[in-house]
């Protein structure tokens, strides 16, 4: 079993940038493919971005494709979210989670374990 804590929301102006980090303890994170979704009010999880085990693939929503980055570091048990040229459309609760499947998914049900979510708000 993994316990994940995100931190680094908060508030900041369209265009700006933000960097989520999603700190595991428990199991070694590098047990899981780990992934971010975003819930905004009145609205489905919907996902974000995911990484690999060991890094070597990255998967990203078309709505965030080019502007948010995911990367780990599994020497500090640690996995990251760096959001770049923010829309106030990217406001939101994002959690981060572990998934334990063979295959890495893109699907909120296929994740086991999940963070209690850090909030970013993008003012216009």
């Known amino acids: 079993q993994v316990q994940l804590v995100e931190s680094g929301g908060g508030l900041v102006q369209a265009g700006g940038s933000l960097r989520l980090s999603c700190a595991a303890s428990g199991r070694t994170v590098s047990n899981y493919h780990m992934g971010w979704f975003r819930q905004a009010p009145g609205k489905e999880r919907e996902f974000v971005a995911a990484i690999t085990r060991r890094g070597g693939s990255t998967y990203y929503s078309d709505s965030v494709k080019g502007r948010f980055t995911i990367s780990r570091d599994n020497a500090k048990n640690t996995v990251y979210l760096q959001m770049n040229s923010l829309k106030p459309e990217d406001t939101a609760i994002y959690y981060c989670?572990?998934?334990?499947?063979?295959?890495?998914?893109?699907?909120?049900?296929?994740?086991?374990?999940w963070g209690q979510g850090t909030q970013v708000t993008v003012s216009s």
């Open positions: 989670a572990a998934d334990p499947s063979i295959i890495l998914s893109r699907v909120a049900y296929e994740y086991d374990y």
